[in-house]
């Protein structure tokens, strides 16, 4: 358990680290949800959703949208975590090889 423990606290640590992270991942949806809730008319059905509120239907959207910007963010970490990124960033790119020009003079 001390294991599980100590690595909630690192993540939570390179979550928080980011404030785009946090500001994209937690609060936007978050502030998206309340205020779309906070909107009288759509919290009413309609038939042209099948009876669902728009609420309803934008509520997977900000749950996706969350998760997609939390991975996103924490991508190049644990590429830096993993040793790919450490050894990419020594690589030197190919030589371009420059084809001969096909004038004739």
Not at 16 to 45: K, N, W
Not at 79 to 84: A, K, P, V
């Amino acid at each position: 358990m001390p294991a599980l423990t100590n690595m909630i606290k690192i993540e939570a640590k390179l979550l928080l680290r980011d404030s785009a992270t946090v500001l994209f991942g937690v609060l936007f949806p978050t502030g998206l949800l309340l205020g779309l809730g906070a909107i009288p008319a759509l919290r009413e059905s309609s038939p042209e959703t099948g009876g669902l509120r728009p609420i309803d239907i934008w509520a997977p959207t900000a749950l996706v949208f969350a998760m997609v910007m939390i991975a996103v963010q924490h991508v190049p970490a644990v590429s830096r975590r993993i040793g790919s990124a450490a050894s990419c960033a020594g690589c030197r790119p190919l030589p371009r090889i420059h084809a001969p020009s096909c004038s004739r003079r």
